[in-house]
């Protein structure tokens, strides 16, 4: 079935700066991808999600890119700020039932 | 701001006990996701729906997991027996469709089996 992997596991940055968490899968029939946003006690927030024909997605201060030849797809905080402090996780459709395959998490820190 | 609704946030039970736990879709969508994400922020998928037929359950739901999706009443997982390895944060997700839209996430509940 699908692998995911995704690193780092920890990233601590200064507001604003850059941060970028990068994914990895296995199934090149991967139709999309996504990228949530978990807080502490909280569930899961979807930043943004990109299907399979899309190489580049930004939206309010984020940027997805999809390399399908590579299989990878990274997730860069343009500037990011200590809201941003977070878990974050990719996930990718696997299967015909949307059932999706998440990543390990990256635990990212914002720093003042 | 999740719109998909599940309660309790929070569940405590002794073990052989039962565990039950509500979620309310977002309004319009018709398919039904349930997760459980261990301590070490592992995903592992349960069950899904569309309406009231169930898609896909992995084996262990098949046992001690029982979930449905009633029409016009809330979703519900219900574990019949708690056991320790059971303490986790249990996801419900609902989405438009089965294929091409990201499911959007509820709160979860937090299971704790002492």
């Known amino acids: 079935g699908e692998q995911v992997e995704q690193r780092p596991p920890h990233l601590s940055v200064r507001e604003g700066d850059s941060a970028i968490i990068i994914c990895t899968y296995t199934d090149s029939a991967t139709a999309y991808f996504s990228w949530y946003k978990q807080e502490a006690g909280a569930g899961l927030q979807l930043l943004m999600s990109?299907?399979?024909?899309?190489d580049r997605k930004e939206e309010q201060g984020l940027t997805v890119l999809l390399n399908k030849k590579d299989k990878r797809l990274s997730l860069n905080l343009t500037a990011a700020h200590p809201g941003d402090s977070a878990v974050y996780f990719c996930a990718v459709k696997s299967g015909s039932f949307n059932k999706l395959t998440f990543g390990a998490g990256t635990r990212l820190a914002v720093c003042p | 701001n999740s719109k998909v609704i599940q309660t309790p946030r929070y569940l405590v039970k002794g073990q052989g006990q039962k565990a039950k736990m509500r979620c309310i879709p977002e309004k319009g969508h018709p398919v039904v996701f349930w997760y459980q994400q261990n301590k070490n922020n592992e995903f592992k998928f349960l069950i899904n729906f569309q309406n009231q037929e169930v898609l896909q359950q992995i084996d262990m739901t098949e046992k001690r997991f029982s979930a449905e999706c009633p029409s016009n009443s809330p979703c519900s997982l219900e574990i019949q027996s708690s056991e320790a390895g059971d303490s986790a944060l249990y996801l419900c997700a609902s989405s438009l469709s089965r294929g091409g839209q990201a499911p959007l996430f509820g709160e979860g509940t937090r299971l704790s089996v002492l």
């Open positions: 990109v299907l399979s024909n899309v």
